[in-house]
């Protein structure tokens, strides 16, 4: 699968952020950039760290519900079917501010809240009794910053973070339904699990287009806008 172009990959945008501060002189009162990974799956929510906001109840990986004081208010959001209470929150935006502020382009190209320069809808899942039993990644089509079209390309990078020797994931396509069709001769419709170190994984990748859909609008003759799919879905849980 191919990947999508970025002025600095995700593997050296740490390096490059720094070099840019370094180069302004700027590096050392740098705020600490927000990341979901920081989140340790087992954890009491209390031990979150303090650089995330907008909290809000969420909706299966959609948009927020009631909004939220922290993740310590999870027990105002409704059990989902595990039990598990589903918390929404976004990336602090104190290092967007302070990267305008100090003239770091390269830092306010990669704000907002996103996972390897992709948007994603991030939420936390939370027991009764406030321990985080798992983290859930949605690809947000609300965010213009990047096209639309490359949300599947985050698939293929939570993929290489979580395999490991002994530790592959079963990926399954599924079949074509009535009226589904290829983006531009691409077609993705997969399924995929991985079971590793006590976790457990799940994630679906979406890159066609639904019944209806087309690429030329039949009446006008002219290239359609926005009629596809493109969505990754990606979940990862305790036991």
């Known amino acids: 699968?191919?990947?999508?172009?970025?002025?600095?990959?995700?593997?050296?945008?740490?390096?490059?952020?720094?070099?840019?501060?370094?180069?302004?002189?700027?590096?050392?009162?740098?705020?600490?950039?927000?990341?979901?990974?920081?989140?340790?799956?087992?954890?009491?929510?209390?031990?979150?760290?303090?650089?995330?906001?907008?909290?809000?109840?969420?909706?299966?990986?959609g948009p927020p519900k009631l909004p939220l004081?922290?993740?310590?208010?999870?027990?105002?959001?409704?059990?989902?079917?595990?039990?598990?209470?589903?918390?929404?929150?976004?990336?602090?935006?104190?290092?967007?501010?302070?990267?305008?502020?100090?003239?770091?382009?390269?830092?306010?190209?990669?704000?907002?809240?996103?996972?390897y320069d992709l948007p994603v809808i991030i939420s936390a899942l939370i027991d009764d009794t406030g321990i985080v039993e798992g983290l859930r990644l949605v690809s947000d089509p609300r965010d213009t910053s990047v096209p639309r079209e490359n949300a599947r390309f985050l698939a293929p990078f939570l993929k290489a973070r979580f395999r490991a020797p002994g530790s592959e994931w079963a990926c399954e396509n599924l079949p074509v339904e009535a009226g589904e069709t290829p983006v531009y001769g691409e077609f993705v419709k997969e399924d995929c699990s991985l079971s590793r170190d006590g976790n457990q994984y799940s994630l679906h990748t979406r890159y066609l287009r639904k019944a209806g859909e087309k690429a030329i609008d039949p009446h006008t003759g002219k290239p359609t806008e926005g009629q596809f799919e493109s969505h990754v879905w990606f979940e990862m849980r305790q036991g």
């Not at 290092?95 to 830092?107: D, G």
């Open 69 to 115: 004081e922290g993740f310590e208010d999870y027990g105002s959001c409704p059990a989902e079917n595990s039990g598990l209470h589903e918390v929404y929150f976004r990336y602090d935006d104190e290092l967007e501010y302070w990267a305008k502020a100090n003239n770091v382009p390269l830092l306010v190209a990669a704000s907002g809240t996103k996972v």
């Open 1 to 61: 699968m191919p990947m999508p172009n970025r002025r600095c990959s995700s593997v050296v945008l740490g390096l490059c952020v720094f070099l840019a501060s370094a180069v302004h002189g700027i590096g050392a009162d740098r705020p600490v950039a927000s990341d979901v990974w920081r989140i340790v799956l087992g954890q009491p929510v209390a031990a979150i760290p303090d650089s995330f906001a907008d909290f809000a109840c969420g909706s299966n990986g």
